[in-house]
């Protein structure tokens, strides 16, 4: 398959109404992507997967303390 | 027979992207980002249901690793689906980044806030003529 690896998409505006200002062209550039989640290295790093858990029921209990791990997190200016 | 799920899972850069997109909407009003963010854990938990939903828009040359995409309101999560085998049956919902759709206006800012003056102008105008596909918005004298 012959694909290009950069590709302009529009994002649907929020169905909340709350950033619908600013619904952009979202250019995706795949090759980075690809890049930088390549498994040797550091972003390609798993850090969550729902292998790592003997039942779908403690799987999802995993999914809910990763992301509140980063819902909890302080926020921290640039 | 019951069909097994894929496997879920995803990289410390999907994560570092969740962590920048809330950022973002931490400082915009109304933005939301715990609701927001939860709306992506959702959507991600649901891929595995029906990972090939999404059509393939990019292929790893190499890995022949196939891209996928969906879109949650402002966001976009970035996925590859590796077909089941022997050893995984159901196979790998592999996320792989989220994008905000105001991710570009993100990253110009926080750019921005890093140089002088004369250079912020400069770049002002470069955006601006980019945005507007107009030579010479932007410019000024």
Known sequence: ?78 | MKKTKPILEFTAGSRRDIERCRLFLWRKPGGQPAQRIREVKREARRLTSDPKLYPVESVHPVSLLEFRRKNVGQFAILYAYLEPTAALPGGVVSVRAIRHGAEEDVLFRVEESRMGTAERHRLVGLYLRERSGNPRAGLSG
């Open chain 1, 1 to 78: 398959m012959n694909s290009p690896l950069t590709h302009e998409t529009v994002i649907d505006e929020d169905e909340h109404g709350a950033d619908s200002a600013i619904a952009a062209r979202l250019r995706i550039d795949y090759e980075e992507i690809m890049a930088s989640t390549a498994p040797d290295q550091p972003g390609g790093r798993i850090v969550y997967s729902s292998a790592d858990y003997e039942t779908e029921e403690e799987a999802d209990a995993a999914l809910d303390a990763f992301f509140n791990s980063i819902l909890e997190a302080p926020y921290e200016e640039d």
